[in-house]
Every structure is written in structure tokens, then in C-alpha cells.
């Protein structure tokens, strides 16, 4: 397996200027994470203290029991070692997905790990990786689903068919044992028959055995790949979790003015830089979801009351310090408050994140702030793009490089078709119709001079020549296509499995679509290799 490093620009200004241009966007960030000098700062900014934090404690017994719940007892050496107050953390996460979710979920857990590893290293000190599941969110139609590449050339959606009664978090809906039974037919029907496919399925069959829920599945599928490197797995929707969070809570509800203050200067600052917030802030936000009658609901704050957008809650700011006292995990986080009470529970010594979240926790530095806290140092995760072997072998046929496939395919594909005849073609049934309109248009000017309604005739006969010009001009192109049916496959292979749907194949495909041509090899060289912290895009030539 080999790499090459190309610079894939994310579609966000701001994270392109985090990754070429530091200095330019450091005002909405904390720590330069190129400088080598900023782990061990942020390290002493932990070891001094002072910060709103978690019971160290209370939180080993819920990481315990939560990774034993979901097989992964190769943690627990080092779940142990963050009782111990100089044990730091690197932590990423993503939404639970069907069988994994995409190649850029275990991409992330990838970064995590080697970012634990190095920055252990490099601070003579404990960094455990963690991967933190976010199991409160509630909109299932993201994540119930996943993508394999067919052998008949189709992107083929793989699906949960079930949906839960209410609008609740995914570590809340019981997935039906028929919908799981489902799903795994149809990956096995999709996937191509190899030597790994029968234990691969065994082992994904086991999984949704053992799993009630999405988000379960999700943690024992995490574990089975990732367990080994010490992977920390946590469900922001765990009860015992939910607990030691209590304090937070109540934080966000007496801080309210605070946390409202920070966000909307910093997104006002964003957008004096000529930056766009993709996160949509307004000043009545509470940034806390309440979970009513077993739905999510979002809170606002209205005439002195935290209600949802229908009103069918409305809580004093007593009654929800109440629920955060009593009941905290009816309380769970909006994409502002997670990173702040991700802080709050782990020791974050950096925080793994994709392009769009780089992109949002530039409004979040005057937050933390806020709460006497600390934005973590934001490391971009890794990216890659699997190259198989035949598609390197179509893509040098047709002498392609992996910008031209990204950039301009179907420009290089239509000059190749025009090399094999296809513009001759055009051109001839072109001149054809030309010179056929020339010859008959006098035709229709006599015949309208002699009579009228003979010219309407005329002109309703020339378009009907016209149109079989066209038949025998598309029955012609159909007939050139079907003599390059196979070459124009390859083209098709070439497109689908680089940028499947128009995007990058990391955020479409499912990783088992490989592991089932490869086994699991590729994935472990990922983890091993030493792979520069620089923000860029690598191809993997398998």
C-alpha cells in the first residue's frame, strides 16, 4: 500500500485558512496546531486547574460500565489510567451510522488513535484516544443508512427499514430485530462474493445480535475494528454520563446571557473576516434540547421561559435547574454546548474534527471563555481515497491523474469519445440537417407562393425529414456507444469510485466494501503509518 499526499481544498474558507493560512483566523482560535510548542501548553493549562470538570472518579466507573455493556473491555486499561490527573485525552466523535457509517468515521478514529499515540510520546505523559458517539441526536434519516458500490455500477443505498414512533435520540429507539435481519440481506446481496465476505457477515450479524439500538451497534462495531489500539468509546446519551453531566447543565442555564453574548459577537467577528457560519444563531437559542414525553425538543428562551418552538414546554429557569439537578438525562446538548461539555467531562488535550466542524468551533473560543474554560487544540483528521488496482490500471489507460478525476472528468471523457469517432459523427448529421435545410427551404418558398397552405404543408414535412435525420443520427450514436460499452464502463468505474454522488468517496461509501475485497490489513497499515498532522488529502494505491 502506498501514499500520496495531494491538497484536496475543504469547501470552507475558513477551514482552508485554518490548514494554509493559520495566522490569518488565529483570533477565533486558541492554539496553533502546527506549532509543536502548543501540546505542552495546553497540557499545563490543564495540569493548572481551575476549570468547571467532571468527577475523574465517577467518570472511569461510567466509561467502564458503558465499554463493557458494548464488548470493549480492551479499554479498560486505559479507561483505569484516567483516574490518574496527568492522563490526557484526544478526543473525536461522529453520529452513530448503520454498520460504521461512511469511511470517514473510522478515518476519524484512525487520526484519534495516532494522535493519542504521538502526543503521549511527545509529553513523557498518558493520552488515551477517544471516540465520542453522538448518541442524543435525534434525526435518524442521517444516519440509518449506508452506501456500497454494486457490481452493476450502482451507488447502492443500504437501508434500516424501520423508523421510530417519536422524534427521539438515536441511543433511544429500539431498532426492530426484523429491520436489523433486513438490512444485513441486503449488504450481503450488494457485497461481492470474496474469501473474507463469509466471516465479515458472522462477525456484522453477531453485532446486530448483541445491539438494541443504532448507536449500540455502532460502539460494538467501533470496538470489533478499534478495540485493540485502546479506543475509549462514549455515548453522549448514556445515563450514567447524563449524571456527572449535571453540573454543566446547570452552568448553561445560570449562564444563558453569557454563553448568548459569546456566540453572537463571535459570529459577528466571523463575518467582519469575510467568513460565513454555517450554524444558524439566533439571540432567544437556550443551545439545551429537553427530552418531553420521549421526544428531543429544542428550547428557546421566551418571556422568561425555556419553551419549544410549539410551546408544548415551557419551563422556568428554576424548573429546568431543577431537571438538571434531579433528571439530567431528560437535558442534552446542541452542536454549541457539546464541545463545551466535552471539555468539561475529559481532560481534551486536542479534539479531532472534520473540515465543517473546524469551520463552526471558530465561533466557540469566547464560549469556553465563558465557563472558565479552554478551547482544546483542533487537529483536522485525516482524509484519504482508496485506490484500487484496476482503477489505477483504467486511470493510466486513459492517462488520468487523480486531479483530473475530481476536477474534470467528464471533460477528459467527452475528448476521449471525440478521439474515438464521436465528433465526426456530430458533425456529420450536422452538416447533414445544414445543407438539407439550405436545399429545401427554396422547396417551401415555391410551393407557398403558388398556395398557402401548401407552405404550412412544407414546413410540416421538412420538420418530419428533419426528425428522422435525428433518428438515425441517435440510433448512430447509440450503435458507437455500444461499441465502446466496455471502455465507457471503465470511465463509470473510474467516477464511482473516486466521487461517488459527486463527492469525496470518504463520505459516501461504507468501509466494509473494502474490507470485504481486502480483509482488514488496510485499515491496521492506516493506524501504523506515520502519517504527518498537516491537513491534507492522501490517495491510498492499494
Partial sequence: ??????????????????????????????????????????????????????????????????????????????????????????????????????????????????????????????????????????DVDEVNHTYVLSDALAVQKIRLNASPERRTSVSRWHVPREAWDDALAQLEQTLMNTEFKPELMDRLRSIADASATLSEQFARTLAWLFGEYGLILIDSDDPAIRRLEAGMFREIVLRQNDLGTALLAAKQRMEQSGY??????????????????????????????????????????????????????RLSNNVMTRPLMQDYLLPVLSAVLGPSEIAYWGLLRDAFEAFG??????????????????????????????????????????????????????????????????????????????NPGLGKLGETNRQKIIEQIEFLEAKAVDAFRNQHDAALRQWERIRLSVVPNGKPQERVYNPFQYWVKYGGGWLRELVDMPLARDGHHRIVYF
Fill in 276 to 329: 460565513s457560519p454555517k450554524v444558524e444563531l439566533a439571540s432567544d437559542q437556550a443551545h439545551l434540547f429537553v427530552f418531553h414525553e420521549g421526544e428531543r425538543k429544542l428550547l428557546h428562551r421566551r418571556g422568561g421561559l425555556f419553551v419549544d418552538r410549539k410551546e408544548t414546554v415551557a419551563l422556568t429557569e428554576s424548573e429546568l435547574l431543577e431537571l438538571a439537578e434531579r433528571e439530567p438525562e
Fill in 373 to 450: 474554560l479552554n478551547m482544546p487544540i483542533l487537529v483536522p483528521r485525516y482524509e484519504f481515497t482508496l485506490l484500487e488496482g484496476t482503477v489505477q490500471k483504467q486511470m493510466a489507460k486513459y492517462g488520468l491523474a487523480f486531479e483530473d478525476v475530481i476536477l474534470r472528468l467528464e471533460e477528459k471523457r467527452s475528448q476521449w469519445l471525440e478521439a474515438q469517432g464521436a465528433l465526426q459523427i456530430e458533425e456529420l448529421f450536422a452538416s447533414a440537417k445544414a445543407k438539407f435545410a439550405d436545399l429545401y427551404a427554396p422547396v417551401v418558398e415555391t410551393v407557398s407562393a403558388i
Fill in 1 to 138: 500500500m502506498r501514499l500520496e499526499r495531494y491538497w484536496w481544498a475543504p469547501d470552507q474558507a475558513l477551514t482552508r485558512n485554518y490548514i494554509k493560512d493559520y495566522a490569518s483566523v488565529s483570533s477565533l482560535y486558541e492554539y496553533d496546531p502546527w506549532d509543536e510548542r502548543s501540546e505542552k501548553r495546553r497540557a499545563d493549562r490543564l495540569d493548572a486547574g481551575g476549570s468547571l470538570r467532571a468527577d475523574r472518579d465517577g467518570l472511569v466507573r461510567a466509561l467502564r460500565d458503558y465499554n463493557a455493556a458494548v464488548g470493549n473491555d480492551r479499554a479498560f486499561d486505559a479507561i483505569e489510567s484516567l483516574r490518574d490527573p496527568r492522563t490526557l485525552a484526544v478526543v473525536g466523535g461522529q453520529q452513530a451510522g448503520l454498520f460504521g457509517g461512511p469511511l470517514l468515521v473510522v478515518y476519524k478514529a484512525v487520526t484519534v488513535i495516532v494522535e493519542a499515540r504521538r502526543a503521549s510520546q511527545r509529553l513523557g505523559r498518558n493520552v488515551v484516544p477517544v471516540f465520542w458517539i453522538a448518541g442524543e441526536d435525534h
